[in-house]
């Protein structure tokens, strides 16, 4: 049975990522976010000591890159009948905890990204190996596609032992400073997303070329970039996972990687939002407007009531992305509460932050505190890896067991 009590053998990971989030990350928060663009050359020494504590930790996985799904797992849980608190559960907790520091260097963490998730979900074991200290960005989002990433128009030929890649990928976070690109293609348009592969493609491939930067609202210490692939020519061993097209699997292959990133999307509103609700109770305190959990929320002042709405549905949001990790922990399909899990945390995210702006006024609208950055940063997290929209149509087809043609 599911309990979402905090395993005690993750408080150590958890307690560590947290120190590093209060002490290295939040200092540079500000300066990061002024200076759009600028490589945050404090994260080449905080992404040594998250790989050292993904390393020690019992459980693997500091931070983005320690999504998988063990094989050793289900084995476990078949022999024993016990379940399993494992890498996704530690992934999500401590990703928080770094994003309660600051969402976007969490984004830039050397070989933390969103690709890397990408490879430990998908990837064979040979090719974990091989990509082993690679720091990889993920390219799905083409000109014409966004939400229906069915219908991605990259396409990958084979072409003796390689592949032949040619598209455009736009919004690639971390796309000029990683040194890998998780670019999914078509093997074959007409067969529909079964066909859809990703494929690890080098930077320092001659086919690939970074076309330009994004200005953003927020998130802007992370890269965002514009990617062409002109006859990339990739290793036919760099396609992740299996080549072969199971028109059958339904939401298998490349898109099975979003079972595990939504709930680390999740992860990051979570992280996020938590900073802001701190935040906002000391100003609060500061004010004199005193939140007392013993007390019933219409007993208190307005603020306090508001406050402590903000903070259970916030409660809502972190046991829903828990859940959704577990799941993956458990090997238990997870896509409708991975879902689930983005949905709401993408939306209490952005409620609980610009709600905190509201609940601290002045201070919460100038540059002296970090609850505007926060309010900016949050957005992206209600978009990226699927928006809110398209959260909840997957949701409903799950639930009403309709298929993505039938509701669209
Ligand atoms: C800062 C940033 C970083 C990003 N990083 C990455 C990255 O690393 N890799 C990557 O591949 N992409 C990335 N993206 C792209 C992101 O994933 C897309 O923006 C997102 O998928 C939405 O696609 P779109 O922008 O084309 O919007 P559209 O798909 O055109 O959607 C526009 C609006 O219509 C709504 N909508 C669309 N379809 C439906 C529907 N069927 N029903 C109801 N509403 C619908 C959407 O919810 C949205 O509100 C990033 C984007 C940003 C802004």
Known sequence: MINLEIPRKHASLIDQAHQLAMNMIRPISRKYDRAEHTYPKELDMLAALIDGVSETGAAGGAGAGGVRRDASDAADNADTGTVRNGTNLASVLSVAEMCWGDTALLLSMPRQG???????????????????????AMAITEPGTGSDSANITTTAVKDGDDYVINGEKIYVTSG?????????????????????????????????????????????????????????????????????IDT?????????????????????????????????RDLLEQAGVVVDYDRPAQSHAAAAATFLRLEADWEGARLLMMQAAWMADNRKPNSLEASMAKAKA??????????????????????????????????????????QQIQQLIVARRVLGLTSSELK
């Open 248 to 280: 059958g699997s339904g939401f298998g292959g490349a898109m099975a990687t979003f079972d595990n990133t939504r709930p680390l999307v999740a992860a990051m509103a979570v992280g996020c939002a938590r900073a802001a609700l701190d935040l906002t």
């Open 114 to 136: 969103l690709g890397n998730s990408a490879i430990a979900s998908v990837a064979t074991d040979e090719q974990l190996e091989r990509y082993r200290g690679t720091w990889a």
């Open 346 to 387: 993408g939306r209490v995210g952005s409620d609980v932050t610009l709600s905190c702006v509201q609940l601290c006024g002045t201070l919460g609208y100038s540059e002296s505190e970090l609850l505007e950055k926060w309010a900016r940063d949050s957005k992206i997290l209600d978009i990226f890896e699927g928006t």
């Open 176 to 244: 000029e400073r990683a040194d890998s690109v998780v670019v999914w293609a078509t093997l074959d348009k007409e067969l529909g997303r079964a066909a859809i592969k990703s494929f690890l493609v080098r930077k320092d491939n001659p086919g690939l070329k970074v076309e330009r930067l994004e200005h953003k609202l927020g998130i802007r210490a992370s890269d965002t970039a514009a990617i062409s692939l002109t006859d990339c020519r990739v290793p036919a061993e760099d396609l992740l996972g299996s080549p072969e």
